[in-house]
């Protein structure tokens, strides 16, 4: 309820879509689910129990890499905990020193680790499923965001490996779980119309993966996966699979992708970008919130001459207990 004119006048109810809207954020702030999708039958193959969660469950991850001119740089990794994929855990670390070089901080440096926890934290909160090792995870689908076109080796080179690594930490080379490693890059200039009126976005669910529109050797494509609002120029996501034992083909990634579209627990509406990396897009944002207290409070102790050296921002503060496996960003 707010009042009306901001001049004391009488009281106005606020309409149903501002309460719906205030609904759904408090309902996922305590573990909630609005919005779950029926699997096409495109992606049989890919979940063939999802429902019951028993046979071979798939988890789908996000990560994502921040930063600012004069700051450290945030790396922060998302994961889904259950089989509607609407529900996240996530962690977030330091990525780099202040000095480092700038295309060094897009590299998620810390991911093993990261990955690690967010494995072990499934494990324990499906425990209760029967779900007792990482040997009964089927795959792992990981979407990247926030990588430009000269770090995809680098990125293949060493997250992928990363990824592969938490995976061994926690069970043998022979029985881990397949890895899918998807890219997503919105700072082309890529502009897509429709064909008859060209003068209109494309509608949301449109697939473009004509070799005309994409890399001659690489396994990408171009989805829409939201409605423009107001008119305005849909920027089309590029969608780079850069590592998939799984074999997908291109209509199954691209149907998993627009169904999480679906997903986003702040939104009524399908939105543009994956939820698993516009979580770690918001989680990283809150981590830098974290950071520039512990920043600010180090630089006194600095200017104190308190000995403190300019690596002083090694961790962040601890998520408290009680939300730390909650969608707390």
Not at 44 to 70: A, E, N, Q, W
Not at 185 to 212: C, F, M
Not at 280 to 305: C, K, N, P, T, W
Not at 311 to 325: G, K, Q
Request: aromatic content about 8%.
């Amino acid at each position: 309820v707010r009042r009306a004119g901001g001049g004391g006048g009488g009281l106005t109810v606020p309409g149903r879509a501002f309460l719906q809207n205030l609904g759904i954020k408090i309902n996922v702030k305590l573990g909630g689910v609005h919005t779950t999708w029926d699997l096409p039958p495109l992606l049989g193959r890919m979940f063939k129990d999802r429902h019951t969660f028993k046979d071979r469950p798939t988890i789908i991850m996000g990560g994502d890499s921040t930063r600012s001119p004069g700051t450290s740089a945030i790396a922060a990794v998302t994961g889904t905990v259950d089989e509607t994929f609407a529900r996240f855990i996530a962690r977030a670390r330091i990525n780099g020193s202040k000095d480092e070089k700038a295309d060094m901080k897009e590299i998620l440096v810390p991911l093993k680790e990261m990955a690690i926890e967010i494995l072990r934290e499934f494990l324990d909160i499906n425990r209760h499923k029967g779900i007792t090792s990482l040997s009964q995870v089927e795959r792992i689908i990981f979407v990247r965001d926030g990588v430009s076109e000269g770090q995809l080796n680098e990125v293949l080179l060493r997250e992928v490996q990363a990824l592969i690594d938490a995976c061994l930490t926690l069970t043998g080379e022979w029985n881990r779980p397949k890895i899918t490693f998807v890219v997503l890059q919105k700072g082309h200039k890529a502009r897509i119309y429709d064909s008859k009126t060209r003068d209109k976005n494309p509608e949301s669910g449109t697939l473009i993966d004509d070799e005309a529109a994409t890399h001659p050797t690489d396994f990408n494509f171009h989805l829409v996966a939201h409605n423009s609002i107001g008119g305005k120029t849909v920027r089309v996501p590029n969608y780079i699979v850069l590592w998939d034992e799984s074999e997908f083909t291109v209509d199954e990634i691209a149907a998993l992708m627009f169904g999480l579209c679906h997903l986003y627990g702040y939104c009524a509406m399908p939105v543009s970008l994956p939820p698993p990396v516009m979580y770690a897009h918001q989680v990283a944002a809150r981590a830098r919130m974290y950071l520039a207290q512990v920043d600010s409070d180090a630089e006194s102790s600095v200017f104190s001459g308190d000995g403190m050296h300019d690596n002083f921002a090694a961790a962040l503060p601890l998520v408290h207990e009680n939300v730390r496996n909650e969608m707390y960003w």
